[in-house]
């Protein structure tokens, strides 16, 4: 496999559920992103994670866990949503994040729906 | 502030016109990069061009080109002869290097509808 991937790309939870979204990077890459992008709004970015440290936490509910075990992957808990929370969720990976000229790199979007 | 500006919602024309995607920018800083994104039925962004803050030559890449001028604030895109394909969301992102981090700002995007 190359790129980004991401697992599931969709899900279907109610509020009380937990469930966790699972993105892998083929790329070598040392740094890894949550984005969340709703309809008619730009992309929000929620965690960053460098060396598998997190670097970044864009004031994001609690209800949203990060995981990130190793530079390769990088997981999504989640717990208690809410409506509001639907929405599609990117993963992207770049070479590292003390740089602001690095591209990144996402993966296809976990689309999730919260009934 | 920093900000990205993506006036046009959405854009529809005919296969083999030219389209440009405009994207204006706002940043305090003078070291800055710019970038493009393309967004398919798919979902992933795939990244299209970076463009840093001293460098203001045009780019061609293929049916595509980039334009930035510095003076309007602008990094416009250009499709020509643009094909069914083409058609998705395309966003403009905005990375500064000040904040010493890689930080995309990015704009609320353009739909490109291509008809055969």
């Known amino acids: 496999e190359t790129g980004v991937t991401q697992t599931p790309r969709h899900l279907v939870m109610g509020m009380t559920n937990k469930k966790s979204l699972k993105c892998e990077q083929h790329?070598?890459?040392?740094?890894m992103y949550w984005y969340k992008q709703s309809a008619k709004k730009p992309l929000e970015l929620m965690f960053v994670y460098n060396f598998k440290e997190q670097t970044e936490n864009n004031s994001v509910p609690s209800r949203f866990s990060p995981e990130c075990p190793n530079s390769s992957h990088l997981f999504l808990h989640l717990h208690t949503l809410q409506p509001e929370d639907s929405a599609l969720y990117l993963c992207?990976?770049?070479?590292?994040?003390?740089?602001?000229?690095?591209?990144?790199?996402f993966g296809p979007g976990t689309r999730l729906t919260v009934t | 502030a920093q900000k990205v500006t993506q006036a046009q919602t959405e854009i529809s024309v005919v296969e083999k016109e030219d389209v440009t995607l405009d994207c204006v920018y706002e940043t305090r800083d003078t070291t800055y990069y710019l970038f493009w994104y393309k967004q398919p039925p798919s979902g992933e962004l795939v990244f299209l061009i970076r463009?840093?803050?001293?460098?203001?030559q045009n780019e061609i890449s293929g049916r595509y080109s980039w334009n930035f001028q510095k003076s309007t604030s602008s990094f416009n895109f250009t499709i020509t002869a643009s094909q069914v394909v083409d058609s998705a969301v395309y966003f403009c992102a905005l990375s500064e290097a000040r904040s010493n981090t890689d930080k995309l700002i990015f704009g609320t995007g353009t739909r490109l509808q291509v008809f055969p």
């Open positions: 992207a990976s770049s070479q590292e994040r003390a740089r602001a000229s690095y591209e990144q790199y």
């Open positions: 790329l070598g890459h040392n740094a």
């Open positions: 463009r840093n803050s001293f460098d203001e």
